[in-house]
């Protein structure tokens, strides 16, 4: 690899990095905003200009609390459940293709941290070593809440896990490549994969949902029944990292949402834009303009999944925990296999948009359903 | 006992398939709460903009002078008595000889105390004030204080200033409506 | 020394330290933890032989799922006392005995097996890829591989008639 390649890559991963973190920290103040906004309120609006210097007076807040370690915990555990959580959430947006590639003279570099051909494999390790924070950190706090806040954590996210990996196994279908780029290349223009994977997106978003532990899936962290939850007994810095991490998985799982299936830095007339502006303004500076309105369009779509993250969070009540487990492997399973076969039907025969067919099978099932249901008839409740 | 028509009777009967999918329900949550999310907030941003307090709002008290700048009040301590929060409190002393123009009773308070940590605001010591001296204005707020020895008013914060004379700008205003306008006039 | 050369030395000083603290470590959540490091060290590894596919496998399945259910299972039970009864003589010399047999069974595998070689100029460094791995398995071991598919659901299903509950079973 050549020195200014290296330059550039590095300067990138750098960019990159800095952006994941700006934007965790922007959401926290975006969450408050739009859960005010949501309420009838103004949301946080005295720090700066509507309140847009607030993440920098909460983490003012965070350093300046008191750090304590409970007596009776695990001292080493208890540090590492936070860093472990943060890492995790950190290391997970490097093979996020966020635009198509600079270009330098002769060099073309894509704009990722790093290319490898298991991108999403890479995304679901590491999503699955996510939960080692919590778990780590909920049992090194030798308390009972947060033992159970963190033995919820563990078990939803592994359930959602098989839920998650198989709704994507029919796009990997599709596309033949484990790559996120050659997945979100393949969705070039307007050819997006929520056209062909309704039901797999419906899957994958709720998925996502319950592995960054939002609500209607934030069980570990129910305040009602379990003080804290995994958090209970963290305070200081300690505990903004739990809450950062939360943010930074957001923001992730927002990026390969809209990479996975709302066609990453794709917009319908992408190569007329492309054309035009390397006509005009020369090969290199066109290109490079080009690839940056493709990242903005990326953004735009992973700003409005967080925009959604936080719209979900502020409608929807909790699960209870059953209903957790029943929606997980009762359903989410046995459909995203059924997905998965009508895929692979689909792929032989060439019907290219089979998986709508459960869709219209399942609205259709729905319809009949409630015409047949009866009528409304008031029933004395039963005690 | 049917109270609104909103009410709703509880059963539990079967959900639906389109019931049991939540996805109709959660999409119609999501447009409710979307439509708040632009609605016009009802917050009104306190320091910046001031609701407007219409002309029987009850606020800072003040003591009046009258017409030749005289103190009208003359310590009879009928609004001590009224008062349900014991706020008030006062010492009452004889006018001398050449203070006529100070005071205008033959007997007045040398010392009129109000302590804003207990009144609640009820404006009982207007009503029973027989000189007309004691009124709560309708334009101005008791300003925030943060110790304890800025609880208590004297007469330096309470008597008229004869150059900013208190005119209640409305004596015949009706009642408060029961629904609080909330028309923002910065005052 | 080249620099892959200095990440495989360090990564294999790391891998047998955790997995000496596994079996030395007094708190099983702590050799549990260890394991984990293990398995990334040994991710690791299989990143230096290129085999990226096996690599995010063995996270995903080994320290992201499996491991977590050892943690899980281990966290429920209370640990705290030393649970001096199941450390008699006769269950540490069983461990040594156990553990010695197996260490010699494995000195003299390696030591019959032949080293597998390669030809530099011949070899081609996608080997270890998913594509490659793929064809290997759907083509040349398939039978295999499936028999080891139906052995996985046998088992599962097996582990989900063992958890049912059934009619009469107390209800916790």
């Given at each position: 690899m050549e020195l200014t390649e290296l330059i550039i890559k590095g300067i990138l991963i750098v960019v990159l990095f800095g952006v994941t973190l700006l934007i965790a920290m922007y959401s926290t103040w975006a969450e408050r905003k739009v859960a005010g906004f949501i309420q009838d309120r103004f949301g946080p609006n005295r720090a700066g200009p509507g309140g847009i210097f607030q993440p920098l007076a909460d983490a003012g807040k965070m350093f300046f609390k008191e750090d304590f370690i409970p007596s009776q915990a695990n001292k080493w555990l208890f540090i590492l459940g936070p860093c472990l959580a943060i890492l995790?959430?950190?290391?997970?947006?490097?093979?996020?293709?966020?635009?198509?590639?600079?270009?330098?003279?002769?060099?073309?570099?894509?704009?990722?941290?790093?290319?490898?051909?298991?991108?999403?494999?890479?995304?679901?390790?590491?999503?699955?070593?996510?939960?080692?924070?919590?778990?780590?950190?909920?049992?090194?706090?030798?308390?009972?809440?947060?033992?159970?806040?963190?033995?919820?954590?563990?078990?939803?996210?592994?359930?959602?896990?098989?839920?998650?990996?198989?709704?994507?196994?029919?796009?990997?279908?599709?596309?033949?490549?484990?790559?996120?780029?050659?997945?979100?290349?393949?969705?070039?223009?307007?050819?997006?994969?929520?056209?062909?994977?309704?039901?797999?997106?419906?899957?994958?978003?709720?998925?996502?949902?319950?592995?960054?532990?939002?609500?209607?899936?934030?069980?570990p962290e129910c305040e009602t029944e379990l003080v804290g939850g995994y958090h209970t007994?963290?305070?200081?810095?300690?505990?903004?990292?739990?809450?950062?991490?939360?943010?930074?998985?957001?923001?992730?799982?927002s990026a390969i949402i809209a990479s996975l299936y709302f066609g990453g830095y794709n917009y319908p007339g992408m190569d007329w834009v492309r054309e035009t502006l390397t006509g005009s303004l020369g090969a290199a500076t066109g290109h490079n303009l080009a690839t940056l309105v493709g990242t903005i369009v990326l953004f735009g779509k992973i700003?409005?999944?967080?925009?959604?993250?936080?719209?979900?969070?502020?409608?929807?009540?909790?699960?209870?925990?059953?209903?957790?487990?029943?929606?997980?492997?009762?359903?989410?399973?046995?459909?995203?296999i059924l997905n998965v076969v009508v895929t692979g039907f689909g792929l032989l025969y060439d019907v290219k948009y089979a998986s709508w067919a459960i869709v219209i099978v399942m609205v259709i099932m729905a319809m009949v359903s409630s015409a047949r249901a009866p009528k409304p008839a008031v029933q004395p409740q039963r005690t | 006992m049917q109270l609104t028509n909103r009410s709703k009777e509880v059963s539990n009967k079967e959900m639906t398939m389109a019931e049991?999918?939540?996805?109709?329900?959660?999409?119609?949550?999501?447009?409710?709460?979307?439509?708040?999310?632009?609605?016009?907030?009802?917050?009104?941003?306190?320091?910046?903009?001031?609701?407007?307090?219409?002309?029987?709002?009850?606020?800072?008290?003040?003591?009046?002078?009258?017409?030749?700048?005289?103190?009208?009040?003359?310590?009879?301590?009928?609004?001590?008595?009224?008062?349900?929060?014991?706020?008030?409190?006062?010492?009452?002393?004889?006018?001398?000889?050449?203070?006529?123009?100070?005071?205008?009773?033959?007997?007045?308070?040398?010392?009129?105390?109000?302590?804003?940590?207990?009144?609640?605001?009820?404006?009982?010591?207007?009503?029973?004030?027989?000189?007309?001296?004691?009124?709560?204005?309708?334009?101005?707020?008791?300003?925030?204080?943060?110790?304890?020895?800025?609880?208590?008013?004297?007469?330096?914060?309470?008597v008229e200033k004869m150059s900013d004379r208190y005119i209640r700008t409305n004596p015949d205003a009706q009642a408060t409506p029961t629904e609080p306008s909330f028309s923002r006039s910065v005052s | 020394m080249k620099p892959t050369e200095i990440l495989f030395y360090a990564l294999t000083a790391i891998t047998l330290l955790s997995a000496s603290f596994v079996v030395t470590a007094r708190n099983p959540i702590h050799s549990v933890l260890a394991l984990i490091l293990t398995f990334f060290c040994l991710?690791?590894?299989?990143?230096?032989?290129?085999?990226?596919?096996?690599?995010?496998?063995?996270?995903?399945?080994?320290?992201?799922?499996?491991?977590?259910?050892?943690?899980?299972?281990?966290?429920?039970?209370?640990?705290?006392?030393?649970?001096?009864?199941?450390?008699?003589?006769?269950?540490?010399?069983?461990?040594?005995?156990?553990?010695?047999?197996?260490?010699?069974?494995?000195?003299?595998?390696?030591?019959?097996?032949?080293?597998a070689t390669y030809n530099p100029s011949t070899y081609s460094a996608k080997v270890g890829l998913v594509e490659n791995l793929g064809l290997v398995l759907y083509r040349d071991y398939l039978l295999p591989f499936e028999l080891a598919s139906v052995l996985l659901l046998v088992a599962m299903v097996g582990a989900v008639m063992l958890g049912k509950r059934e009619p009469g079973d107390r209800h916790f």
């Open positions: 995790t959430a950190l290391m997970s947006s490097a093979v996020i293709p966020f635009g198509e590639s600079i270009r330098y003279e002769d060099l073309l570099i894509p704009v990722q941290g790093v290319e490898i051909n298991i991108g999403i494999l890479y995304v679901f390790g590491v999503v699955s070593l996510g939960v080692y924070g919590l778990m780590v950190g909920g049992w090194a706090s030798n308390n009972k809440f947060s033992l159970l806040g963190a033995i919820r954590a563990a078990s939803q996210n592994i359930s959602y896990e098989i839920g998650f990996g198989l709704s994507i196994i029919a796009i990997l279908m599709m596309t033949g490549s484990l790559s996120i780029r050659a997945i979100v290349e393949q969705q070039h223009g307007f050819a997006w994969n929520l056209f062909n994977q309704p039901l797999g997106f419906i899957i994958f978003l709720t998925c996502a949902f319950a592995e960054c532990n939002r609500t209607p899936f934030d069980l007994e963290y305070s200081s810095m300690k505990l903004g990292f739990y809450l950062f991490a939360e943010y930074i998985n957001m923001f992730v799982s700003f409005f999944f967080i925009f959604f993250f936080m719209w979900v969070r502020w409608t929807l009540p909790r699960f209870r925990y059953d209903q957790l487990m029943n929606l997980g492997w009762k359903t989410f399973i046995p459909l995203s | 049991k999918m939540y996805l109709p329900a959660i999409v119609q949550g999501l447009a409710i709460t979307i439509k708040h999310f632009f609605a016009k907030k009802v917050t009104i941003p306190y320091p910046e903009v001031k609701r407007y307090l219409g002309p029987v709002f009850r606020g800072h008290h003040i003591l009046k002078r009258d017409e030749e700048g005289r103190e009208r009040c003359t310590a009879c301590g009928l609004c001590a008595v009224a008062c349900p929060a014991e706020a008030i409190s006062m010492v009452a002393a004889e006018r001398k000889k050449g203070e006529e123009n100070l005071y205008r009773e033959e007997k007045y308070a040398a010392v009129y105390e109000i302590n804003m940590l207990r009144c609640i605001f009820c404006g009982l010591c207007e009503e029973a004030c027989p000189k007309q001296a004691v009124y709560l204005r309708h334009d101005k707020l008791v300003p925030i204080f943060t110790e304890r020895d800025q609880v208590v008013y004297g007469k330096e914060e309470l | 991710s690791g590894h299989y990143i230096l032989l290129n085999a990226q596919f096996l690599a995010a496998v063995n996270i995903i399945v080994y320290a992201g799922a499996i491991m977590v259910l050892f943690l899980f299972v281990i966290m429920f039970l209370n640990m705290k006392t030393e649970d001096e009864e199941a450390k008699t003589t006769i269950t540490k010399l069983a461990a040594v005995v156990v553990g010695g047999v197996l260490l010699v069974v494995m000195v003299a595998v390696f030591r019959a097996a032949s080293m």
